[in-house]
């Protein structure tokens, strides 16, 4: 088939002629499934009403006979004679419309009524209503009419499980008792209704169910109660005029829900036609299944609706097919298909889609050759384009290494610059302060010398002065300290001893202890968060100086109260592990002008208090071992001095 316009209406119809049959076919399938759903839906909805309407029933029966027994005047025919209770209870059986209402006695409870569970509950003081199946001796006990309606003929029924019976003469009755406790009379007040052809019981319940749906009309509703698998009640027609009572429900039904006691939901052949059926089980007050709640509407509605629809689909399909086929010969006038694969395939490519093909177009003529090498123009471009584009990745990432590597080099030559300044000018301020340091102690020694030779030539006077001479000794003892900061800033290795592998966390321990009595004077909550740390190597003197320094410092800056944190860990700088001090206070901070200048020699926020060198011999100590010591402000309040040494490599932990 050369033909381009035969093809293609070929391949337009066929869609039409075999795809949609199918979906047409899955579509209804569902559609009827759904449908079955629907009504499966309907009935059990249908089912729930009847039975919150038996529930309402045993409620309502309950709840009048409470009435009776609480009342006051039946607590007056307790006291009366026998013939006056009985006259009483026969007027109040018949205003609440119930086949038999008799009263027993605390002393009489002992007896064959006890074996009901409503009554031995209603003697324990509980209301209580159930249904319950009574024999015919039973029922003839209250009265032979009771008997007599309760007894039905069974009919055969085809499906129905064989049965030797002829004649069903149990009673299904709405069975309450309700306890009476009035002027010290104990006994219980038990009623009941016969639900064996009571007819209006069954017709309100198809009422409620069908007549007051807004689609009753098209519902024709059937209701049923069955006392084990015989129907008692029912409004299913057996003729026009004769109610199906004395039928019985199929075998499968019964083993569904008498049997198993399940619900069935489904459709099921009811005496002479197919209904979508609820059976629901009963049980007594023993908890045996004895009968069946039943409602259900036929089913032949809405089969006829079910096989309209179809054919209607049918009609519909036939009735597109015919328009569709002049159509598309119509339609077939040229080859439109590669044309539009080809003009698609460069919009895409000009929208930047370079990985657009035209492909397959199944055509062998003038056109499938065209697109054929449009296909092969676009690959020869995307192959050069992908060249470009992977050299131009290459370039970048050189680039970005290249720049990277010159960052890290600027970088690391503005630390070593950093570091040459501050080492030329420590080294200035060593010699310098190596000076002023011998030249102070001369005149020191003098005047400690002097004051030394006052107290021997004063003697016993001296205690005159001695007030004066001891500031005197306190202000040189002070001259001698700064002396020797001076001479440890300058000259640090001469202070030292040598250095060792150090475990961080009991050296800040006894640290601590240390610095115990200016803490506990203080209100300052000290906290430990000492994690896994190396071994650090250093002079175990000189870390003890700078930590002792960072607490001192931070105590200080907390004027008295606040929280003190000291945390350990590890962690790796450039590749190298170490160990992390850090000292955080909760005090006001450090000037943000003032942050960069802390390290230097004799900065001081202590005028008059310190020499300004602790935290710059802390840094030359801390910098000689190999570590970097640096502060910050926390985002709150408080500063955070950090201290990182490495790791010592040759005693590590195992």
Same mark, same amino acid.
Request: charged share 20%.
């Given at each position: ?262 619900t069935w939901l489904d459709r099921a052949f009811v005496v002479n036609d197919w209904y979508i059926s609820g059976y629901l ?104 384009? !992908?060249? +470009? $584009?992977?050299? &131009? ?8 290494? %290249?720049? *990277? @590597?010159?960052? /890290? ?65 306190? !202000?040189? +003892? $002070?001259?001698? &300290? ?8 300058? %000259?640090? *290795? @001469?202070?030292? /001893? ?67 944190? +000291? ?88």
């Amino acid at each position: 088939m050369k033909s381009v316009r035969l093809r293609l209406l070929l391949l337009a119809l066929l869609p039409i002629s075999v795809l949609m049959p199918l979906l047409l076919v899955l579509a209804m399938t569902r559609w009827n499934a759904d449908y079955d759903d629907m009504l499966i839906a309907n009935v059990d909805s249908d089912l729930r009403i009847a039975e919150q309407y038996l529930g309402r029933i045993l409620a309502s029966t309950g709840t009048d006979i409470r009435s009776v027994s609480e009342s006051s005047l039946f607590s007056d025919v307790l006291l009366a004679p026998p013939r006056e209770q009985v006259r009483f209870l026969d007027q109040r059986r018949a205003e609440l419309q119930l086949d038999f209402l008799y009263y027993i006695s605390g002393d009489d409870l002992s007896g064959p009524t006890s074996k009901w569970p409503v009554i031995a509950a209603a003697a324990a003081g509980s209301l209580s209503s159930r249904i319950d199946v009574f024999s015919a001796s039973e029922l003839a006990s209250f009265s032979p009419e009771l008997e007599q309606r309760a007894r039905i003929p069974l009919i055969e029924t085809e499906a129905a499980v064989p049965t030797a019976r002829t004649t069903e003469d149990r009673g299904m009755v709405v069975h309450a008792a309700s306890p009476v406790t009035v002027l010290g009379h104990d006994g219980v007040l038990v009623g009941g209704i016969l639900l064996n052809r009571n007819l209006d019981f069954i017709d309100t319940i198809n009422a409620l169910v069908y007549l007051s749906d807004s689609a009753g009309e098209n519902r024709q509703g059937t209701a049923t109660l069955f006392l084990d698998d015989t129907r008692v009640s029912t409004n299913v027609r057996l003729f026009e005029d004769v109610r199906a009572l004395g039928t019985r429900v199929s075998a499968s039904v019964r083993h569904r829900v008498l049997n198993l006691g399940q619900t069935w939901l489904d459709r099921a052949f009811v005496v002479n036609d197919w209904y979508i059926s609820g059976y629901l089980p009963l049980t007594d007050s023993f908890g045996s299944r004895v009968g069946m709640l039943y409602v259900g509407f036929l089913e032949a509605p809405y089969q006829g609706a079910k096989r309209a629809a179809y054919w209607t689909i049918v009609a519909v399909f036939i009735g597109v097919l015919v328009i569709s086929a002049p159509l598309f010969l119509w339609l077939a006038k040229g080859i439109f298909f590669p044309l539009e694969r080809m003009t698609q395939t460069m919009k895409r490519v000009e929208r930047g889609d370079l990985a657009a093909r035209n492909g397959e177009v199944g055509s062998q003529d003038e056109i499938g050759q065209v697109a054929a090498h449009l296909d092969t123009l676009l690959n020869q471009v995307q192959e050069r384009d !992908q060249a +470009l $584009r992977d050299w &131009a990745e290459e370039l970048n990432a050189r680039v970005d290494k %290249r720049t *990277t @590597e010159l960052s /890290a080099a600027n970088a690391k030559l503005e630390d070593t610059f950093k570091q040459l300044v501050m080492s030329e000018k420590l080294a200035s301020i060593g010699e310098i302060t190596a000076g002023v340091a011998h030249e102070i102690n001369n005149p020191v020694a003098v005047i400690q010398g002097n004051v030394d030779v006052i107290r021997m030539t004063l003697d016993e006077r001296s205690k005159e002065v001695e007030t004066e001479l001891a500031l005197i000794d306190n !202000q040189v +003892l $002070r001259i001698d &300290a700064i002396v020797g900061k001076l001479l440890q800033f300058a %000259r640090p *290795t @001469e202070f030292g /001893a040598f250095e060792e592998s150090v475990d961080i966390a009991p050296l800040v321990e006894d640290c601590l202890v240390l610095v115990d009595h200016v803490t506990s004077k203080q209100t300052i909550t000290v906290k430990r968060v000492f994690g896994p740390a190396p071994l650090v190597n250093i002079n175990p003197g000189e870390l003890q100086q700078v930590v002792i320094n960072l607490v001192m410092n931070a105590v200080q800056a907390m004027k008295g109260s606040g929280t003190l944190i +000291l945390n350990l860990q590890s962690q790796s700088r450039d590749g190298c592990e170490g160990a992390l001090l850090s000292v955080t206070d909760s005090g006001p901070g450090i000037d943000e002008k003032s942050l960069g200048s802390v390290f230097n020699p004799f900065y001081t926020t202590k005028p008059g208090e310190g020499t300004g060198l602790g935290l710059s011999i802390s840094q030359t100590l801390i910098q000689r071992a190999g570590g970097l010591i640096s502060v910050r402000n926390l985002a709150q309040s408080g500063a955070q001095f950090i201290v990182w040494l490495p790791a010592d490599v040759q005693n590590k932990r195992h």
